[in-house]
Nanobody, 116 residues
């Protein structure tokens, strides 16, 4: 079983920065891909960024490329999402996910609100 706990959400002004954290409870995530998704009100949950646990290979949605950075700390079993140059359209609940093949594990989500 995998438990994921997000933190770091809150209210931020447009143009500002925020770092989200996802603490994962498992001895090793070798073979897993860790990701961040977001869901705005009335919209579907969308992919934001991902990172492979072992190699650290990253992938980003076009809407956040150049502004967001995903990283992981293997020793702390934690994944981060550094968000810079935030825009009002980045407002959403941000979810951390751990995937292994077809299995998905989700955190409870953390709200990020960007004011204009």
């Amino acid at each position: 079983q995998v438990q994921l706990v997000e933190s770091g959400g809150g209210l931020v002004q447009a143009g500002g920065s925020r770092r989200l954290s996802c603490a994962a409870s498992r001895r090793t995530f070798s073979g897993y891909t860790m990701g961040w998704f977001r869901q705005a009100p009335g919209k579907e949950r969308d992919f934001v960024a991902s990172i492979t646990w072992s190699a650290g290979t990253t992938s980003y949605a076009d809407s956040v490329k150049g502004r967001f950075t995903i990283s992981r700390d293997n020793a702390k079993n934690t994944v981060y999402l550094q968000m810079n140059s935030l825009k009002p359209e980045d407002t959403a609940i941000y979810y951390c996910a751990a995937t292994l093949g077809s299995q998905y594990y989700w955190g409870q989500g953390t709200q990020v609100t960007v004011s204009s």
